[in-house]
């Protein structure tokens, strides 16, 4: 019973028309165009990590002739978020927004508009210095975060073309 319940699920998911996206590896099409893409330099500490990020998965660095842009804004925002009665701030949030657009390098065309965003909570000790080191790494984790997000999008919008 088993055996034939197996095999009636390798059909119907051999119907659904399911492939893998990175199907090929390194030479697959979607890794390739990945590959094409470039991304210019993203203003503020947190695009400079965005676009490391961003780079390290597409494995676009030092590609000669990009076929695609990937233009990135972001909004990083630090706001208190619990107050203290003596109007000191307890925990913070760290907001991440990237607007972002892949746009053919040789026709100009804008194949994919969207936005992608991610928060984190901070919580605020009494050493300033444990503060801003959390602060800085909420903004690394967020900036991996978007990247992963990003590039995920991206290679679905590869695959489509």
């Given amino acids: 019973m088993r055996f034939v319940f197996s095999l009636l699920a390798c059909f119907a998911l ?3 028309n399911l492939s893998p996206m990175y199907a090929g590896g390194g030479s697959g ?3 390739q165009g990945l590959a094409a893409v470039d991304v210019p330099p993203i203003a503020g500490r947190a695009g400079w990590l965005v676009r490391g990020e961003l780079n390290d998965r597409l ?5 000669s002739a990009p076929q695609y842009r990937l233009d990135v804004r972001l909004d990083d925002n630090l706001e208190a978020l619990g107050i203290l009665a003596d109007d000191t701030v307890s925990r913070e949030r760290r907001t991440l ?10 026709t100009g065309e804008i194949l994919l508009d969207a936005t992608e965003g991610a928060d984190a909570g901070i919580d ?8 801003i080191a959390a602060e800085q790494t909420a903004l690394e984790n967020l900036a991996r975060e978007i990247a992963d997000r990003i590039v995920t999008r991206v290679a679905l919008t590869l695959r489509e073309q």
């Fill in 29 to 31: 099409a979607v890794a």
């Fill in 124 to 131: 605020v000790v009494s050493s300033e210095y444990a503060t």
């Fill in 97 to 106: 927004r990237a607007r972002y657009q892949l746009v053919d390098a040789s």
């Fill in 14 to 16: 051999a119907a659904c």
């Fill in 59 to 63: 494995g676009a660095a030092g590609n």
